[in-house]
T-cell receptor
Framework: KAGVTQTPRYLIKTRGQQVTLSCSPI?????VSWYQQTPGQGLQFLFE???????NKGNFPGRFSGRQFSNSRSEMNVSTLELGDSALYLC??????????FGDGTRLSIL | GQNIDQPTEMTATEGAIVQINCTYQ??????LFWYQQHAGEAPTFLSY????GLEEKGRFSSFLSRSKGYSYLLLKELQMKDSASYLC??????????FGAGTTVTVRA
């Protein structure tokens, strides 16, 4: 069974640009969550989607948004990128409220 | 917001036992998870507690006391490959998962 797949693995952007990250969950998993991980802040919850609806949201500015498609694949978008957005962005999927399984992440660097 | 505390670092010798404590204060409770994360890799699921007591899974065990807002992860017969960060995560009443900052465990020969 394929795991959670995130693309791209690495991305370099400049301040002010926008970026879209993609996540394909494990087959059959309808819940997809996104996290930002930085050395200083650890793993911070961004949002969770279930059946194309945002079920939960963390404390991030409106520049961070996401969506989920009917096949459970999810995307997150960050607009007007700032230097502080440099981080590892992790996606996790789960079957209902079972433990989440993480993808390898997208490492985003802002120059 | 949620408050999840765990020690920053721990060091132990190969073959020994290490206990990583986690205390939490959340709005409601719907389960506690432990994840292992090696440097440069994604977190991998280790254990899940939703009721009080001990869950054993091979060399790893996890304990939960909901009344005390306390959990620990016990790593037995430590191996060099167990050197990693261990993350405590709590699912609150809204089913949102919040993570602690992680405990870096270093296993020495």
């Amino acid at each position: 069974k394929a795991g959670v797949t995130q693309t791209p693995r690495y991305l370099i952007k400049t301040r002010g640009q926008q970026v879209t990250l993609s996540c394909s969950p494990i087959s059959g998993h309808r819940s997809v969550s996104w996290y930002q991980q930085t050395p200083g802040q650890g793993l911070q919850f961004l949002f969770e989607y279930f059946s194309e609806t945002q079920r939960n949201k963390g404390n991030f500015p409106g520049r961070f948004s996401g969506r989920q498609f009917s096949n459970s694949r999810s995307e997150m978008n960050v607009s007007t990128l700032e230097l502080g957005d440099s981080a590892l962005y992790l996606c996790a999927s789960s079957l209902g409220f079972q433990p989440q399984h993480f993808g390898d992440g997208t490492r985003l660097s802002i120059l | 917001g949620q408050n999840i505390d765990q020690p920053t670092e721990m060091t132990a010798t190969e073959g020994a036992i290490v206990q990583i404590n986690c205390t939490y204060q959340t709005s409601g409770f719907n389960g506690l998870f432990w994840y292992q994360q090696h440097a440069g890799e994604a977190p991998t699921f280790l254990s899940y507690n939703v009721l009080d007591g001990l869950e054993e899974k091979g060399r790893f065990s996890s304990f939960l006391s909901r009344s005390k807002g306390y959990s620990y992860l016990l790593l037995k017969e430590l191996q060099m490959k167990d050197s990693a960060s261990y993350l405590c995560a709590v699912r609150d009443g809204d089913y949102k998962l919040s993570f602690g900052a992680g405990t870096t465990v270093t296993v020495r020969a």
